[in-house]
């Protein structure tokens, strides 16, 4: 049962372009969401997160949207940079610093 | 910001061998640590919760006597992968959340890729 779900395994922009990552749950009881970047062989780094009361949250270039009715988010990355090449997930828990559950991911490439 | 180190970040053992990770919080304390697995090209799958001073939490399916966790201090857990098969060969990595950490986000080690021959 996959409660958090990325239906995108893949996505290419070209630099300087909009990124926007998408993510689906299920579980009502979800209430934080967060979103990691990941590269092979490391751990996820911590890019932004939004909690439920909000709708949006913005820091530099990453924007990350919460639609709690339709229990979707996206992850918008504008401008995209190569550097920004990676697998991101994002994941979700039912209340900040409870255990994740994280999507299946979405790799990231962008073209110079 | 808040570090997570993981060690070690690579074992290459032979079956049956018992294998330790350590995973620590630099530079703050984490009441609750969480230990997670993934194979390649799938995501996280969390497989217990490390609480200091008290039991582990197994997700369903982990098994507790395979896969001891021990959180003895408030930066320090380990994840005991005993008499390890070829089917645990994986990627581990933990996660700290720390005190007061109400809308702070979990941390993450390097991960550690064990391969069982």
């Known amino acids: 049962d996959q409660q958090v779900k990325q239906n995108s395994p893949s996505l290419s922009v070209q630099e300087g372009r909009i990124s926007i990552l998408n993510c689906d749950y299920t579980?009502?009881?979800?209430?934080?969401f967060l979103w990691y970047k990941k590269y092979p062989a490391e751990g996820p780094t911590f890019l932004i997160s939004i909690s439920s009361i909000k709708d949006k949250n913005e820091d530099g270039r990453f924007t990350v949207f919460l639609n709690k009715s339709a229990k979707h988010l996206s992850l918008h990355i504008v401008p995209s940079q190569p550097g920004d090449s990676a697998v991101y997930f994002c994941?979700?828990?039912?209340?900040?610093?409870?255990?994740?559950?994280f999507g299946t991911g979405t790799r990231l490439a962008v073209r110079p | 910001g808040a570090v997570v180190s993981q060690h070690p970040s690579w074992v290459i053992c032979k079956s049956g061998t018992s294998v330790k990770i350590e995973c620590r919080s630099l530079d703050f304390q984490a009441t609750t640590m969480f230990w997670y697995r993934q194979f390649p090209k799938q995501s996280l799958m969390l497989m217990a919760t490390s609480n200091e001073g008290s039991k582990a939490t197994y997700e369903q399916g982990v098994e507790k006597d395979k896969f001891l966790i021990n959180h003895a201090s408030l930066t320090l857990s380990t994840l005991t992968v005993t008499s390890a098969h070829p089917e645990d060969s994986s990627f581990y990595i933990c996660?700290?959340?720390?005190?007061?950490?109400?809308?702070?986000?979990?941390?993450f080690g390097d991960g550690t890729r064990l391969s069982i021959l």
């Open positions: 579980n009502s009881m979800f209430d934080y």
């Open positions: 996660s700290a959340g720390g005190l007061g950490s109400w809308g702070q986000p979990q941390h």
């Open positions: 994941a979700a828990s039912e209340s900040s610093g409870d255990k994740l559950t």
